[in-house]
């Protein structure tokens, strides 16, 4: 967290809706996560993906209390990015805003119904992949969430790019590739983000996805800042 560039990073999720931040995990902190993967009880529940033509793999959302580390990312990453979210609802017109806290954030949601945790981890082998989707779970979202890579790119996997598409009305979709390294994160956007037209700000459609891994195995922690009804 010490060695975000955070200015970078807005200006970065403002141009193309997405922004690397560098290390956030250690190799040692990515292991423990992935040894999680195996531990029933520490999850509420379990998705795989080809059941329900979301793509191949599997994906895990961790159940209350969260592992410590990925508690205090969660807490640590959202007084960040509200001042973002805050502004991007601003320049598309929305009402809602984002108070500095997560925990006041969360309130909102378990007030509204929203009280099953969305931190996840999710694991791909070859010939696995995640659809293009958008990760929605009520009526209260924050429009930016965090991933994680867990596992070392040529070395424990091949393939498995994280891929986001935009939307921008009457053109055609746009493809962002987004390489990681162990440990290496990056933010994005949820569903939308504000984009400066000719006649001002409008909305584009983000939708993010895993292409198809051809060797290996690989492993990602998913930071989600509200929680599921």
Known sequence: MQGIDWAAAEAELDAVGVARLGPLLSAGECQTLVALCDEEARFRSRVVMARHGFGRGEYQYLAYPLPDRVQ???????????????????????????????????????????????????????????????????????????????????????????????????????????????????VFAVAQRPVQGSRGDYRVTMRHGVSRLRSGARHTLGIIFHDAA
């Open 72 to 186: 205090a990312l969660r807490e640590a990453l959202y007084p960040r990015l509200a001042p973002i979210a805050n502004r991007w609802n601003e320049r598309m017109g929305l009402p809602v805003r984002y108070p500095a806290a997560h925990a006041d954030f969360l309130a909102r949601c378990h007030a509204a119904g929203q009280a099953r945790p969305t931190p996840l981890l999710l694991r791909y082998g070859p010939g696995d992949y995640n659809c293009l989707h958008q990760d929605l779970y009520g009526e209260h979202v924050f429009p930016l969430q965090v991933v994680v890579l867990l596992s070392a790119p040529g070395e424990d996997f091949t393939g498995g790019e994280f891929v986001l598409t935009e939307q921008r009305p009457r053109m055609q979709s746009r493809a962002e590739v987004v390489p990681l390294g162990l440990g290496e994160a990056a």
